[in-house]
């Protein structure tokens, strides 16, 4: 069409009147400028409302009134470029901005068609405005960008599972990149369970939402669990299009509360520890004070040796009764002077016996090996956790070898191995021919419930109570491991600087004997209280007996200056032995007591201890052990 200048006049005439109706009330902001001035030749009803310039005054303009100012020099220079272009009539469509009568700056999008008007050439413009599709690709890409900062992982994916949408918390849980996920399927990518799967997509298509715990793998392999919310999205006819799926990394949550049903059933195990270890106690306390009093009176060597089998049994039951206690409640044991070569003999013999046949158990310590300060059933568990572990990792067979040396920690050293303290030390080694262990679960083995065995065959709190055991009695550890060869743990334990004391002239003397002194005995255990007045009296000394506290407290006010000591359990109904301690005290302050328990509570001790009490005997104790704590206490 060809149009002179007047056309774009008001319309005086017939011929161009649906043109210029069509150009004036188009919505979309419209314009006609000369190419060569730049000129408005034209502008139609809705560029005047949007850009606010009146239509005499709109014309009054150029292109660049319109511009921005620092977009001028590209337009200058986009011009020139497209000269040829827009003369061979050529349409082009940029982005750009404009500027309205106010100054505000718009976002347009505007296409050029070249006009012949005449002998010049006009350009009609249409401005389609841009800032309402800014405003929500804005608004698209902030949502984006707050579903990227969620912890969860978002994923969109269609009903034939294939991912749509992937957001960084997806990233960070499953490990694959936005590139490598779109357009994969889930089921390749995380697969777990198909049909706990399955059986959830069902349930999703059938009520629109689903919810659950879903076990997943990650792209190193490692297993995750997931809460899993998913949604059913449908398009505007109401069919299902895709599936919105919200998952919730669990798998630290599932560890804490396993870790925390566990410490339930150890406080549960700790509850019934303390409860059974003073029956216990109880029943191996006259057992080990009746054999000391029957050596006296049995003759023979097969006599002897029985005692021996009786003695040596009941010792054990008690250190196996402070194992318990230890492990359960942390109790801290009686520290005294030990040489370590006796608890490596004694442990090999326990593992020849019990360990199976193709495990070849060895022993090598030097024979000048230092005494250390420690308690020997805490040391023991030790090695024997140690052991049992070396035991396990040889499932086809292979070597253990348990023994200690001398060693001494210089700077070098200690600075290498942290925790460790400068001077000699007793170094006892456990070693085994088995599996090893990769780096990776080396740093773990000592975080409590940590396992590598299979379930229901190991707890995860075997090392974590050796390591605690091994700094509470100052020393530390050392590890080596190598798949396929073996492993090899080292204990390190301060030495001591004292003499043995087994080869003291005064510990292997005969306890001291009474002189008539008379004792209160209180225990509510008959057998108890039985085995104190024989090995009492035996011994000279005058004996009283009541079975609770009440009772001990009616005698001890009729007798108070007659009894020169008071041995009374600390468990008992009526008044228990705190209570009596108190109790006597309040009568008189300088009365000699002796507190025996299965379990003494660190409150109990602390309470007696304010009492003035200085004597607590561990139950079970031999006749020997209360000769020499009655002793103590009458000098006091």
């Given amino acids: 069409m060809t149009l002179e200048r007047e056309t774009w006049m008001p319309p005086t005439g017939e011929g161009d009147v649906g043109f210029h109706l069509m150009f004036d009330q188009n919505p979309v902001p419209m314009w006609v400028y000369d190419h060569e001035t730049l000129a408005f030749l034209a502008v139609n009803n809705a560029a005047v409302e949007k850009y606010g310039w009146p239509r005499e005054e709109f014309l009054t303009l150029t292109i660049e009134d319109v511009l921005p100012r620092e977009d001028l020099p590209f337009f200058r220079e986009y011009r020139v470029n497209t000269a040829h272009e827009v003369s061979s009539g050529r349409n082009a469509t940029i982005p750009c901005q404009h500027r309205t009568r106010t100054g505000r700056l718009i976002d347009i999008e505007s296409t050029w068609h070249v006009m012949p008007l005449g002998d010049r050439m006009g350009v009609l413009v249409i401005n389609c405005d841009r800032s309402e599709q800014k405003q929500i690709e804005e608004k698209i890409r902030e949502q984006a960008s707050l579903l990227d900062l969620a912890a969860d992982a978002i994923v969109v994916r269609d009903l034939d599972h294939r991912i749509l949408f992937w957001n960084q918390g997806a990233e960070r849980l499953y490990g694959w990149s936005t590139e ?19 059986q959830a997509f069902k349930a999703l298509l059938d009520r629109g939402i689903w919810s659950g715990e879903l076990q997943q793998a990650r792209k190193d392999g490692r297993e995750v669990s997931v809460n899993s919310r998913w949604t059913l999205v449908s398009d505007d006819a109401g069919r299902p299009k895709s599936v919105l799926v919200f998952n919730t990394d669990m798998t630290e949550t599932k560890k804490l509360e396993s870790q925390f049903l566990r410490a339930q059933r150890l406080e549960s195990i700790g509850t019934l520890a303390s409860g059974i270890a003073h029956d216990l106690n109880n029943i191996l306390s006259p057992i080990l004070m009746s054999v000391g009093m029957l050596r006296n009176t049995v003759k023979g060597a097969s006599a002897e040796r029985m005692l021996g089998i009786i003695e040596s049994s009941a010792e054990r039951g008690a250190g196996i009764v402070k194992q318990v206690l230890t492990f359960a409640r942390g109790v801290e044991g009686e520290r005294v002077l030990l040489q370590p070569k006796h608890l490596i003999g004694e442990l090999s013999k326990i593992m020849a016996q019990t360990f199976p046949r193709n495990i070849d158990i060895q022993t090598q310590f030097s024979p000048d090996l230092w005494t250390v300060l420690g308690d020997a059933t805490q040391l023991h568990q030790v090695l024997l956790n ?28 200690a600075s290498m191995n942290p925790g460790a303290q400068l001077g000699p030390h007793v170094a006892l080694r456990v070693s085994d021919t088995g599996s090893g262990m990769s780096a990776e679960t080396m740093e773990k083995i000592f975080d409590p419930f940590f396992t590598t065995k299979e379930v229901g065959k190991g707890t995860g709190l075997g090392l974590a109570t050796v390591i605690g055991i091994v700094k509470s009695h100052g020393g530390f550890l050392t590890l080596q491991s190598t798949i396929g060869v073996g492993t ?22 005969a306890p001291p004997r ?11 255990e008959a057998a108890i209280r039985e085995a104190l007045v024989s090995t009492l009296e035996v011994n000279g000394y005058h004996v009283f007996t009541a079975e609770d506290g009440t009772d001990a407290l009616a005698l001890y006010f009729q007798r108070r200056d007659e009894i020169a000591l008071i041995i009374t359990d600390i468990s008992m109904g009526q008044m228990d032995g705190v209570a009596l301690t108190r109790a006597v005290k309040k009568l008189n302050p300088a009365a000699r007591i002796i507190v025996s328990s299965g379990h003494f509570q660190k409150e109990n001790t602390s309470i007696l201890n304010g009492l003035g009490v200085k004597e607590l005997l561990d139950k079970p104790y031999s006749a020997d052990k209360l000769l020499r704590c009655v002793a103590g206490a009458l000098k006091q």
């Fill in 488 to 509: 090899v743990f080292k204990v390190f334990v301060p030495a001591s600087t004292q003499a043995e004391q087994s080869n003291s002239p005064a510990e292997a003397a």
């Fill in 386 to 413: 140690l052991s049992v572990n070396a035991r396990d990792a040889m499932s086809g067979g292979g070597t253990l070898t348990i023994g200690g040396e001398n060693v001494d920690v210089d700077a070098h050293f």
């Fill in 180 to 198: 490598e996920a779109v357009g994969a399927k889930t089921t390749d990518l995380f697969a777990g369970d198909a049909a706990v799967f399955a």
């Fill in 514 to 524: 009474g002189n008539g002194q008379r004792i209160l005995v209180v225990d509510d």
